[in-house]
């Protein structure tokens, strides 16, 4: 969601700018726009809506060359995707300014600037960051104080980059709700929303905490704190390299995304397993105290990863007998829960950013649950920093919109997570063992599911003209569902819906004729002989029926019954396998339809704003 992108250097930046905006495609945006320092005194300034093809053809047309720069990708919040919308946004033709987040007292700033004759160009909440560097510039601050008074006077949530013709060899950033890092070089020094943005110029970053500003040339880097004291934070390493976020031989990131996971989840398992036991030691210093002590567990999360809490909560409370809530982060940040002494808050965000889980975290804090655990794929990110016990999910970069690598490995997490627990909670020696010989079977059987895609292909054929589907499953299998009906409306735009199959006849059965294609995750599992049950009644009313059944189901290929076998897989990881064959479905139906597979409307990968 937004991307920023900044530098100073002592080479041309714009090439620099355009790569860093093309790498941060992947958040989700409608407009770009980049600013220069020219040397002349002037804010050289190029803005469109559309892609960032659309801002290299302005380019191409007025090619610009500086050695100081700033540069965005907007996702719309305030006001629609308009030139004038876009970002850098620009005071008096002195101050240039991106910004990621939301800015929740801009009409009282709006209102005040209009009285000290500041005027107006576009609907955002960003320009008023503009205009208000500008006024404290005015009254004889620097760009870095300018900048420290006018945050102290926002509320809300950003992330900013700043540049000003008064200092055409210094960029200013700031990070409040919204991450921004900090690369560095030698000789020159940049800022990012993302660590992928700046790989192709440097491994090595500082992560902004929260508060923190960031006083960037071409030789020094200067961080502050809330305080306006000069910190120091260490310069990390990113293992990244350019190569990992490049499509290869695949058409879209997305597909590449599905192929990856056998590899995925091997990594999430490295070093967290042994030959009959999960090692608690993958969680951190305390886990061993900290589970021990747990006496009742809070999930909270967001889309995708909420549907990971929901598959968790069974294994949990199936492994672990420990009670389990799970809860949309957005929802449960404004509710007055009543905590359980004893209970892990467990927060899970692919990015670690997401703004209503890390707000769900913090505010769970305030209201009494004294221990957190961030299941997060990102290092360096805000939930790794504030949460007490960490996993990383070592998924790599996902650049596709809809997670599909993301959260099997947060599947795979969370299992080794019901593993840990569970042996404190008197899971027996020999239930672990299964569990840990399931788990390294894992990317094999998941490689044997890869191998359907063929199959799967010819059948996404009978999609192509649908305009609403149905996504039935029961027990694991109901989150398994409801994630493969969000990946078929995220991407296809078909109009999908999940429903436990015993739900049928409680309303959803309305709905089935010959136009409704009914889409069951079957594994041979407890629940299969009611989920069958539950599929005859979509049968007896003409639906059409698409089943991914495990061995042992007694679903035969009919004229409205469609079959697609799984192979024989562990009961405990099922949820994992079964997911993947409904990730081929949504890519595959979405290409026959045309839309944009990795970049699908309206939607962002990292959403850091309420």
């Known amino acids: 969601m937004c991307g920023i992108v900044g530098a100073v250097a002592q080479r041309d930046?714009?090439?620099?700018?355009?790569?860093?905006?093309?790498?941060?495609?992947?958040?989700?945006?409608?407009?770009?726009?980049?600013?220069?320092?020219?040397?002349?005194?002037?804010?050289?300034?190029?803005?469109?809506?559309?892609?960032?093809?659309?801002?290299?053809?302005?380019?191409?047309?007025?090619?610009?060359?500086?050695?100081?720069?700033?540069?965005?990708?907007?996702?719309?919040?305030?006001?629609?995707?308009?030139?004038?919308?876009?970002?850098?946004?620009?005071?008096?033709?002195?101050?240039?300014?991106?910004?990621?987040g939301i800015i929740e007292n801009h009409a009282q700033l709006r209102a005040r600037q209009h009285e000290q004759g500041y005027s107006f160009c576009s609907q955002t909440d960003t320009e008023v960051i503009a205009h208000q560097i500008h006024h404290h510039l005015t009254r004889g601050h620097d760009l870095l104080q300018a900048v420290?008074?006018?945050?102290?006077?926002?509320?809300?949530?950003?992330?900013?980059?700043?540049?000003?013709?008064?200092?055409?060899?210094?960029?200013?950033?700031?990070?409040?709700?919204?991450?921004?890092?900090?690369?560095?070089?030698?000789?020159?020094?940049?800022?990012?929303?993302?660590?992928?943005?700046?790989?192709?110029?440097?491994?090595?970053?500082?992560?902004?905490?929260?508060?923190?500003?960031?006083?960037?040339?071409?030789?020094?880097?200067?961080?502050?704190?809330?305080?306006?004291?000069?910190?120091?934070?260490?310069?990390?390493?990113?293992?990244?390299s350019a190569d990992a976020v490049e499509r290869g031989t695949y058409r879209h990131y997305m597909l590449k995304e599905i192929h990856e996971q056998p590899?995925?989840?091997?990594?999430?398992?490295?070093?967290?397993?042994?030959?009959?036991?999960?090692?608690?030691?993958?969680?951190?210093?305390?886990?061993?105290?900290?589970?021990?002590?747990?006496?009742?567990?809070?999930?909270?999360?967001?889309?995708?990863?909420y549907h990971a809490g929901l598959v968790a909560r069974h294994w949990l409370e199936g492994l672990a007998q420990i009670p389990v809530s799970v809860e949309v982060a957005s929802e449960f940040r404004y509710r007055d829960p009543v905590v359980s002494p004893g209970t892990l808050m467990v927060a899970i965000s692919q990015s670690g950013e997401t703004a209503d889980t890390l707000a769900a975290l913090r505010g769970g804090r305030e209201r009494g649950f004294d221990n957190t655990l961030g299941i997060v794929n990102v290092p360096g990110s805000?939930?790794?920093?504030e949460s007490d016990l960490v996993l990383m999910t070592r998924a790599g970069p996902e650049i596709g919109v809809a997670s599909t690598k993301a959260f099997t490995t947060q599947l795979t997490a969370l299992l080794l997570l019901a593993g840990a627990v569970g042996r404190h909670r008197g899971m027996t020696p020999a239930v672990e063992a299964q569990l840990v010989e399931q788990l390294a079977q894992l990317p094999i059987w998941c490689e044997q599911v890869l191998?359907?895609?063929?199959?799967?292909?010819?059948?996404?054929?009978?999609?192509?003209?649908?305009?609403?589907?149905?996504?039935?499953?029961?027990?694991?299998?109901?989150?398994?569902?409801?994630?493969?009906?969000?990946?078929?409306?995220?991407?296809?735009?078909?109009?999908?819906?999940?429903?436990?199959?015993?739900?049928?006849?409680?309303?959803?059965?309305?709905?089935?004729?010959?136009?409704?294609?009914?889409?069951?995750?079957?594994?041979?599992?407890?629940?299969?002989?009611?989920?069958?049950?539950?599929?005859?009644?979509?049968?007896?009313?003409?639906?059409?029926?698409?089943?991914?059944?495990?061995?042992?189901?007694?679903?035969?290929?009919?004229?409205?019954?469609?079959?697609?076998?799984?192979?024989?897989?562990?009961?405990?990881v099922a949820p994992i396998l079964y997911t993947i064959p409904l990730q081929l479905l949504s890519y595959h139906v979405a290409v026959l339809k045309g839309t944009d597979v990795d970049q699908p409307r309206n939607l962002a990968k990292s959403v850091t704003v309420e």
């Open 451 to 572: 191998a359907l895609d063929g199959v799967i292909k010819r059948l996404s054929e009978r999609f192509a003209d649908k305009r609403h589907a149905l996504f039935l499953g029961r027990g694991l299998q109901y989150p398994v569902a409801m994630e493969g009906a969000l990946k078929l409306k995220e991407i296809s735009y078909i109009h999908a819906e999940a429903y436990p199959a015993g739900e049928l006849k409680h309303g959803p059965l309305a709905l089935v004729d010959a136009d409704m294609p009914v889409i069951a995750v079957a594994p041979n599992d407890a629940l299969l002989e009611k989920l069958e049950s539950n599929l005859e009644e979509v049968r007896a009313r003409g639906g059409e029926l698409y089943v991914f059944a495990g061995p042992g189901a007694s679903f035969e290929h009919h004229d409205n019954v469609h079959r697609v076998q799984m192979p024989q897989v562990g009961e405990m």
């Open 263 to 305: 590899r995925a989840i091997r990594d999430t398992l490295a070093g967290r397993i042994s030959e009959s036991r999960v090692l608690d030691a993958a969680f951190g210093p305390q886990a061993i105290e900290l589970f021990a002590e747990a006496k009742a567990i809070q999930i909270v999360a967001c889309g995708t990863s």
């Open 148 to 240: 420290q008074a006018t945050v102290a006077e926002l509320r809300g949530a950003y992330a900013l980059g700043v540049m000003a013709v008064s200092d055409n060899r210094r960029v200013i950033g700031a990070r409040r709700g919204s991450p921004l890092v900090v690369g560095v070089g030698v000789g020159e020094h940049f800022i990012a929303s993302d660590v992928a943005a700046l790989i192709p110029v440097t491994q090595q970053f500082i992560f902004l905490e929260e508060g923190d500003l960031v006083d960037i040339n071409g030789q020094t880097v200067c961080v502050y704190d809330t305080s306006g004291t000069e910190v120091e934070h260490s310069i990390v390493t990113s293992d990244l």
């Open 382 to 385: 805000s939930l790794v920093r």
């Open 13 to 100: 930046v714009v090439p620099i700018l355009m790569e860093g905006l093309r790498r941060l495609e992947y958040r989700g945006y409608d407009s770009a726009g980049l600013a220069i320092l020219n040397g002349n005194s002037e804010i050289g300034r190029l803005r469109t809506p559309g892609k960032v093809a659309s801002l290299q053809a302005l380019l191409d047309e007025t090619p610009y060359q500086a050695s100081t720069g700033i540069a965005h990708t907007r996702w719309a919040t305030h006001g629609k995707p308009t030139h004038a919308n876009a970002h850098p946004h620009v005071s008096s033709g002195e101050v240039a300014v991106v910004h990621n």
